[in-house]
């Protein structure tokens, strides 16, 4: 080859290489960040998001197909981190107002799933809340005790503590799940909780908001005092003996009635 057609090729090969990067510069965040994404969707899925956090939208029961991208990029990315922070400073900023009397009878209520550990690794390999729910694949997630603590939670529940709240959790998760859930919140980070419901045998076929106001109504019943209470489900905080201030955490991935 020639000097000429060296300098040709050379700057042939330059033009591409440099094509080429620049697409995949262009092609990397667009793969990250959802390709399928239309505007309208965003703007479909952002409102949709609105009405399940409020709760206007009321049952339902999986993430409609256009948004599971959406959800995925939400719960991946930093808004869910950042929606989660809020809704632990707006917590602690009313926990700081409540005087505690000190005979052990101020309780801060927290739920577990979605709301001090997250299952997001399993959620992630199983669509997001757009699949059926399925027991056995979840129970053998939950039995691996693994799942990580919800960063936002552990402060929070880490500074109620500290404040002197008495820490009451109530989960869904059923009895015979309770020394992985005990050994899952240790892994995590959680200690020191007061006491741990899980559904037993006669709380079968009741739903959640009946299940955790009647578990509350017991702590009432002993003389306990709700001031606060965090959780990812409407099911959580509504009902009766309800605390003085419910805090709802995100969660666009499923509806627990
Ligand atoms: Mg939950």
């Excluded at 869910?80 to 209520?109: N, P």
């Excluded at 099911?235 to 627990?256: E, W």
């Amino acid at each position: 080859m020639d000097s000429g057609r060296l300098l040709l090729f050379s700057l042939s090969l330059a033009l591409v290489s440099r094509a080429f990067s620049d697409s995949l510069i262009r092609i990397t965040p667009d793969r990250r960040s959802s390709t399928k994404l239309s505007r309208d969707d965003v703007l479909f899925c952002d409102s949709w998001r609105f009405t399940v956090e409020t709760n206007d939208a009321g049952v339902w029961v999986s993430v409609p197909d256009r948004c599971v991208q959406w959800v995925k990029d939400y719960m991946t990315g930093d808004r869910y981190r950042s929606d989660s922070e809020f809704a632990a400073d707006d917590s602690l900023s009313f926990a700081k107002t409540v005087q505690i009397a000190g005979d052990g009878k101020d309780v801060w209520v927290f739920d577990i799933d979605e709301t001090l550990l997250s299952n997001l690794p399993y959620y992630a390999a199983h669509g997001f809340g757009s699949e059926a729910f399925d027991d056995s694949t979840f129970d053998e997630w939950v039995n691996l005790a693994e799942a990580p603590a919800l960063q936002a939670s552990l402060r929070l529940y880490r500074e109620v503590e500290q404040l002197g709240f008495k820490i009451v959790l109530i989960t869904g998760r059923i009895e015979p799940q309770r020394n992985v859930t005990e050994k899952n919140l240790v892994y995590a980070g959680y200690s020191n909780w007061e006491r741990l419901f899980l559904r037993g045998r006669a709380d079968s076929g009741k739903t959640a908001l009946v299940y955790k106001s009647e578990k509350r109504r017991e702590l009432e019943d002993e003389g306990y005092r709700i001031h606060g209470s965090s959780g990812d489900q409407w099911s959580d905080l509504l009902g009766f003996a309800i605390a003085r201030r419910s805090f709802k955490l995100p969660n666009p991935m499923y509806y627990i009635p």
